[in-house]
């Protein structure tokens, strides 16, 4: 079975510091690894996905992160905050069905 | 208008309502998709529909019943529902390889 794990519930970054969020997935099959993000009162957005080509992944609005298979991590990193980039965030895994397995979410404030 | 869209944005029902919530993609996506988002739960995947056909019943009660008459629609039938059903309550749509949902801006429902 697959499951994905959000390490903290809220982080808190000063504006123009940089920004990680954990993901740690488990998947008994090469997985297909996303982040989305969800703004005050909307759905759910792609930022990024992996799909086994580049194991680092450029997203919109800045943010990358980086398949890491011996970790079975997929952070999520922007070098510099934007006050708009608060939201939560999501990291999902699929095996390429049409199941995605999202985490919990962690909430990211910006402080100016 | 583009993308997922979801009505009501909110609803308020009691315990013996029944009420149905809607939506519609304009995207050409042949599969459609119910989540359930409660605070500091993962999204929770209730139901899939695949070119019409019911793929996926994520062992949700009876209370919620699915609708699906073509591609570009899904209804969720509710009836005597609980308080602990008040949820966000997400659309989305993929095309039929799966690997990327687009979601609607849900609709917020609470149960009295």
């Known amino acids: 079975a697959q499951s994905v794990t959000q390490l903290g519930s809220h982080v808190s970054v000063s504006e123009g510091a940089l920004v990680l969020l954990r993901c740690n997935y488990s998947?008994?099959?090469?997985?297909?690894l996303f982040w989305y993000v969800q703004y005050p009162n909307q759905g759910l957005q792609l930022l990024l996905k992996?799909?086994?080509?580049?194991?680092l992944v450029k997203g919109i609005n800045g943010f990358e992160a980086e398949f890491k298979k011996s970790e079975t991590s997929f952070h999520l990193t922007k070098p510099s905050a934007h006050m708009s980039d608060a939201a939560e965030y999501f990291c999902?895994?699929?095996?390429?069905?049409?199941?995605?397995?999202f985490g919990t979410g962690t909430r990211l404030q910006v402080f100016p | 208008e583009t993308g997922v869209t979801q009505t009501p944005r909110h609803l308020v029902m009691g315990m013996t309502n029944k009420k149905s919530l809607k939506c519609e993609q304009h995207?050409?996506?042949?599969?459609m998709y119910w989540y359930k988002q409660s605070a500091k739960k993962p999204l929770e995947l209730m139901f899939v529909?695949?070119?019409?056909?019911?793929?996926e019943n994520n062992s949700v009660p009876s209370r919620f019943s699915p609708e699906c008459p073509n591609s570009s629609h899904l209804f969720l039938h509710l009836h005597t529902l609980q308080p602990e059903d008040s949820a966000l309550y997400l659309c989305?749509?993929?095309?039929?390889?799966?690997?990327?949902?687009?979601f609607g801006s849900g609709t917020q429902l609470s149960v009295l």
């Open positions: 989305a749509s993929s095309s039929s390889s799966g690997l990327e949902l687009f």
């Open positions: 998947s008994s099959v090469p997985p297909y």
């Open positions: 992996y799909t086994s080509a580049a194991t």
């Open positions: 999902a895994v699929s095996d390429n069905t049409d199941k995605l397995i």
């Open positions: 995207l050409g996506h042949n599969a």
């Open positions: 529909y695949n070119f019409k056909e019911q793929t």
